[in-house]
């Protein structure tokens, strides 16, 4: 675990657990590799909470764009955020978005090596 936050730092909770499964078996050659593509990729949870804010000033769905949930993004954005209430529950849960974009992002960089 403390191999996690050698390399990627900025991992908690979930996020680096799931990263210290994927980077066992790589030696620390591919370990960097990994961790300067994950880290290029990866969203912070905090950018999604203050994008999907802005779901309340009239912006609602960036956050959706950014994860890379465009389909989601076009309807946030022409229904406010389904009347705030999409709005409100992203807020509740931010970060298992964020979490989600980022271990398919793992995913597919782990793939690459």
Same mark, same amino acid.
Do not use: W
């Given at each position: 675990?403390?191999?996690?936050? &050698?390399? %990627?730092?900025?991992?908690?909770? &979930?996020?680096?657990? /799931?990263?210290?499964?994927? *980077? ?5 050659? =591919?370990?960097?590799? #990994? ?5 290029? $990729?990866?969203? &912070? ?19 959706? #764009? %950014? *994860? =890379?949930?465009?389909?989601?993004? %076009?309807? /946030? #954005? ?9 709005? %409100?529950? &992203?807020?509740? =849960? /931010?970060?298992? *978005?964020? #979490?989600? /974009? =980022? $271990? ?8 690459? *090596?």
């Amino acid at each position: 675990m403390a191999e996690v936050y &050698d390399f %990627i730092p900025e991992a908690e909770g &979930d996020e680096a657990l /799931y990263l210290a499964k994927l *980077l066992t078996s790589l030696d620390d050659e =591919n370990k960097k590799r #990994f961790s300067n593509v994950y880290r290029s $990729r990866r969203k &912070d949870p905090q950018t999604i909470l203050i994008l999907c804010l802005l779901g309340f000033l009239g912006l609602a769905g960036v956050h959706r #764009f %950014i *994860l =890379n949930q465009i389909g989601m993004g %076009i309807l /946030y #954005f022409f229904t406010a955020g389904l009347c705030f209430i999409g709005v %409100i529950v &992203d807020l509740v =849960n /931010y970060k298992d *978005l964020t #979490f989600q /974009y =980022n $271990r398919k992002v793992a995913q597919e960089v782990r793939s690459l *090596l």
